[in-house]
């Protein structure tokens, strides 16, 4: 005889067996899983902004704080600002820091200017031979930049550049990665674009500035903000070619706070900030572009 169940009245609030509404979704994750992730971020953290911290810590201390006892102290007792000024007297710091301002500013206009007509020319332009050196370029990139750094400076030195900051500007004017960046970010524009302008009578210069640049600003900030903290933070280059040193950039005048007998870490560590200050500054004025500029362009939906 077969059992019938009875169904549970309309309206009432008993749920019925086999549904759970506190179940989670498939990627949903646990407790268990969360809190390893946010462990995980934490370490990664303090791996990455730990020494920094440290390293401003260090400049804030005062003259009588011993840095170097068993157990550091991370907030400095007694805080001053005096290092700064004393980085200021032991080494000509706004020199170097404008010799690093010129040697960077000159970097950015080359990848700029010539990685945006490099790359917009291999992804939009038709011509022989453009998988020929498309694939040089390719090349270059397996080279190391040790492998090369003979032949750089002969060349410098045979152009009449050596001792000048033209000759430290000078190799990474273009940079090879830049330029297939560019390519990139110019294949990614519809071709369809570019066959509406040429209808219309658009020539290559009208194409390129009025649809390749405008989709491809988000690309541009990338090349700027990291050809600037290439060439800010280059040392060996600088050092090999520079030999005046009222012309050296920033990092390289850095070594004389660290004296032959004697070398106190706070002037060190405050030299550290102020090349490390320029850094934050251009990254927090090219950041907007950064995160917003490849959603914007010339198409508008």
């Known amino acids: 005889m077969t059992t019938l169940r009875s169904k549970p009245a309309r309206g009432s609030n008993t749920p019925s067996r086999g549904l759970n509404t506190t179940a989670r979704g498939f990627n949903t994750p646990s407790r268990a899983q969360t809190a390893a992730r946010y462990l995980?971020?934490?370490?990664?953290?303090?791996?990455?902004?730990?020494?920094?911290?440290?390293?401003?810590?260090?400049?804030?201390?005062?003259?009588?704080?011993?840095?170097?006892?068993?157990?550091?102290?991370?907030?400095?007792?007694?805080?001053?600002?005096?290092?700064?000024?004393?980085?200021?007297?032991?080494?000509?710091?706004?020199?170097?820091?404008?010799n690093s301002v010129i040697v960077a500013a000159v970097c950015i206009a080359g990848n700029v200017v010539g990685c945006t007509l490099a790359g917009y020319a291999l992804a939009r332009l038709r011509f022989r031979g453009a998988r020929l050196v498309l694939g040089l370029f390719l090349a270059t990139l397996v080279l190391p930049g040790e492998v090369t750094i003979v032949s750089q400076y002969v060349l410098v030195r045979g152009l009449g550049l050596a001792d000048s900051l033209l000759g430290v500007a000078l190799?990474?004017?273009?940079?090879?990665?830049?330029?297939?960046?560019?390519?990139?970010?110019?294949?990614?524009?519809?071709?369809?674009?570019?066959?509406?302008?040429?209808?219309?009578?658009?020539?290559?210069?009208?194409?390129?500035?009025?649809?390749?640049?405008?989709?491809?600003?988000?690309?541009?900030?990338?090349?700027?903000?990291?050809?600037?903290?290439?060439?800010?933070?280059?040392?060996?280059?600088?050092?090999?070619?520079?030999?005046?040193?009222?012309?050296?950039?920033?990092?390289?005048?850095l070594q004389y706070l660290n004296g032959t007998f004697a070398a106190n870490p706070r002037l060190i560590a405050a030299g550290t900030m102020i090349a490390f200050l320029p850094i934050v500054v251009v990254f927090a004025v090219c950041q907007r572009f950064f995160f917003k500029g490849v959603e914007e362009g010339a198409v508008k939906g």
């Open 40 to 98: 995980l971020l934490l370490l990664v953290l303090l791996l990455v902004v730990g020494p920094f911290l440290w390293q401003l810590s260090t400049s804030l201390k005062g003259p009588a704080e011993d840095v170097y006892t068993r157990t550091p102290a991370f907030l400095p007792a007694q805080p001053t600002l005096g290092n700064f000024g004393k980085v200021a007297e032991t080494i000509p710091v706004w020199t170097y820091a404008l």
């Open 171 to 253: 190799p990474g004017a273009i940079a090879m990665l830049n330029v297939l960046l560019m390519r990139t970010a110019f294949a990614a524009v519809p071709v369809e674009l570019d066959q509406a302008a040429l209808v219309d009578g658009a020539n290559v210069w009208q194409r390129l500035w009025y649809i390749g640049l405008p989709n491809v600003r988000g690309m541009l900030s990338v090349i700027v903000i990291f050809t600037f903290i290439g060439a800010w933070d280059d040392f060996l280059w600088p050092l090999i070619v520079l030999n005046d040193p009222q012309k050296y950039t920033l990092t390289v005048g």
